[in-house]
């Protein structure tokens, strides 16, 4: 595939650095109620697929706002009209953010109990049983003599 490359913020008059970022804005914000939307239907294996993409739109939203952190100048001769729709995108994005990072935890919480009440059950009838044997003493007799062994990675 041959993609052109992205010319670097200072080289684009103010009004189409505006526009770029607001295009990446938009899509980002796309991608991100799709993230949301598959972890409210319980299908987050299907959020794999959208990874790549928001990555780089991701990456290329943060190099742009870097820059115009940096050098403000690069974004003065833009239309106020355009400027001013793309702060209102911005604050949406960091709403829809907001709602994906819950939506994020939430799956993560109900994962994590999923395995803990998993574990316990295998734990618990691999377990051995204590109580009274035939002559009146304790034993213990065991099912198996291995625990059960399940490894929660944290990272989501």
């Known amino acids: 595939m041959n993609e052109q490359p992205r010319p670097a913020p200072g080289n684009i008059p103010a009004a189409a650095l505006v526009d770029r ?3 990446v804005t938009e899509a980002l914000i796309a991608i ?3 993230e949301t939307a598959l972890l409210q239907a319980c299908e987050p294996m299907k959020i794999v697929d ?3 993409e928001k990555t780089r739109l991701a990456n290329e939203y ?3 706002i870097k820059a115009i952190q940096l050098r403000p100048e690069l974004i003065d001769r833009a239309p106020s009209e355009r400027v001013a729709r793309l702060k209102i995108e911005m604050a949406r994005l960091h709403s829809v953010l907001d709602l994906n990072g819950r939506a994020l ?3 993560k919480s109900v ?4 395995l803990k009440s998993v574990a316990d059950v295998l734990n618990d009838q691999r377990a051995p049983t204590v109580g009274y044997g035939r002559d ?3 034993s213990r007799q065991s099912a198996s003599s291995r625990n059960a062994a399940i490894a929660l990675d944290s990272r989501v």
């Open 50 to 52: 959208l990874q790549p």
């Open 32 to 34: 991100v109620q799709r």
């Open 62 to 64: 943060a190099m742009d």
């Open 21 to 23: 970022i607001l295009g």
């Open 111 to 114: 994962s994590e109990r999923i």
């Open 136 to 138: 009146a003493n304790l």
């Open 105 to 107: 935890a939430a799956s």
